[in-house]
T-cell receptor, first 110, second 111 residues
Framework: AQRVTQPEKLLSVFKGAPVELKCNYS??????LFWYVQYSRQRLQLLLR??SRESIKGFTADLNKGETSFHLKKPFAQEEDSAMYYC????????????FGQGTRLTINP | DSGVTQTPKHLITATGQRVTLRCSPR?????VYWYQQSLDQGLQFLIQ???????AKGNILERFSAQQFPDLHSELNLSSLELGDSALYFC??????????FGPGTRLTVL
């Protein structure tokens, strides 16, 4: 079965500190992984997709197929990074739906 | 702004009633997806339409149905509403597997 696990419901770090939001997935096929961010009272926004290997707002994520992980990292957290972060697995075969993790609420303390 | 629009923003109704949520995808996107976001279940995929045809079904109740019209907008119909149906309903659109773009959501409150 396809599953995405984000082990931390809440994560709190100080401004300027490194951030790592963990994401593990379970999928027998070839995965497409995404990170979405939801700022307070706003829509979900696509932050990163593993196929593009890009860095958005200082965030990066590397797909590790051996560990079935797609952790989101940022070297220096900023207060505006406070938001809800969702890791998502895109199922391409047959249906292009997204399976979401439960999300991690990141709070950056001043 | 991702270009996906949803109406209404908020909807308050009573148990047993029926409501319709509307979604307009980004220009050029053929796929529309519906998701339900609730506190206990998180974000759950409901259903996908591609160019007017149902493509995939997720955890969608039989009381719920959807359709996509020739102009590509989509409607999600929720009937015989129960208290537990109160949630945020998101629509998303895409042109392919490169990622989905979400609308602002419709907050449904069932009293």
């Amino acid at each position: 079965a396809q599953r995405v696990t984000q082990p931390e419901k809440l994560l709190s770090v100080f401004k300027g500190a490194p951030v790592e939001l963990k994401c593990n997935y379970s999928y027998s096929g070839s995965p497409e992984l995404f990170w979405y961010v939801q700022y307070s009272r706003q829509r979900l926004q696509l932050l990163l997709r593993h196929i593009s290997r890009e860095s958005i707002k200082g965030f990066t994520a590397d797909l590790n197929k051996g560990e079935t992980s797609f952790h989101l990292k940022k070297p220096f957290a900023q207060e505006e990074d406070s938001a809800m972060y969702y890791c998502a697995l895109g199922l391409i075969q047959g249906a292009q739906k997204l399976v979401f993790g439960q999300g991690t609420r990141l709070t950056i303390n001043p | 702004d991702s270009g996906v629009t949803q109406t209404p923003k908020h909807l308050i109704t009573a148990t047993g009633q029926r409501v319709t949520l509307r979604c307009s995808p980004r220009s050029g996107d053929l796929s529309v997806y519906w998701y339900q976001q609730s506190l206990d279940q998180g974000l759950q995929f409901l259903i996908q339409y591609y160019n007017g045809e149902e493509r995939a079904k997720g955890n969608i109740l039989e009381r719920f149905s959807a359709q996509q019209f020739p102009d590509l907008h989509s409607e999600l119909n929720l009937s015989s509403l129960e208290l537990g149906d109160s949630a945020l309903y998101f629509c998303a659109s895409s042109v392919g597997p490169a990622g989905q773009y979400f609308g602002p959501g419709t907050r449904l409150t069932v009293l």
